[in-house]
């Protein structure tokens, strides 16, 4: 069972379009999570950290429910700008390193 | 406040040779990460290293991969003897400390590693 586990997608939605991603960890000992975004060949960068109180930046809501070790990231008026991958992180205990899934493709079209 | 560098951006190595990525963490980050991403993949953790010490080495292959980061100057990933399955995009991250709610890794544009 890989560590992190997403829909690989592609997820394809219309300009204004809601759309939700999700992810579970396996590591019931991880610290800190995470949703970053990956432009295709750039490096991955940081979209949101994720709360168990849930947080919401603008467009985007993120869910953590530690007791079924799953993650949710919620776009709400897609625009054609957020077509990407984003990958879900997780940090374990112990040592910092990240575990990342293998990431959810999401195209938005006109 | 620069970000974190790497280079080359790209490198183009023949099998046996060697390659080395180079890694300047953002300033004030004294916390240096290396992850590879292969092809469709997702990135996978390498290695994680303090200036002059290794502190998490689990994701190294043991043949031919070293990591430091030498008390001055940048982190080195080395790769000897490179295989065509080294080709990948090998990304550095940096950190300002250790531990904590908010200890964000920032990462660097890559290195895509091409092996003929």
């Known amino acids: 069972r890989k560590e992190v586990e997403q829909d690989p997608g592609p997820f394809n939605v219309p300009e204004g379009a809601t759309v939700a991603f999700n992810c579970t960890y396996s590591n019931s000992a991880s610290q800190s999570f995470f949703w970053y975004r990956q432009d295709c060949r750039k490096e991955p960068k940081l979209l949101m950290s994720v709360y168990s109180s849930g947080n919401e930046d603008g467009r985007f809501t993120a869910q953590l429910n530690r007791a079924s070790q799953y993650i949710s990231l919620l776009i709400r008026d897609s625009k054609l700008s957020d077509s990407a991958t984003y990958l879900c992180v997780v940090r374990g205990g112990g040592y910092n390193k990240l575990i990342f899934g293998a990431g959810t493709r999401l195209a938005v079209h006109p | 406040n620069a970000g974190v560098m790497q280079n080359p951006r790209h490198l183009v190595r023949r099998r046996g040779q060697e390659a080395r990525l180079r890694c300047s963490p953002m300033k004030g980050h004294s916390h240096v990460y290396w992850y590879r991403q292969l092809p469709e993949e997702g990135l996978k953790f390498m290695v994680y290293l303090q200036k002059e010490n290794i502190i998490d080495e689990s994701g190294m292959p043991k043949e031919r991969f070293s990591a430091e980061f030498p008390k001055e100057g940048p982190s080195i990933l080395r790769i000897q003897q490179v295989v065509r399955g080294d080709s990948a995009a090998y990304f550095c991250?940096?950190?300002?400390?250790?531990?904590?709610?908010?200890?964000?890794?920032?990462f660097g544009a890559g290195t895509r590693l091409s092996v003929l």
């Open positions: 991250a940096s950190s300002p400390a250790s531990g904590g709610e908010e200890n964000i890794q920032y």
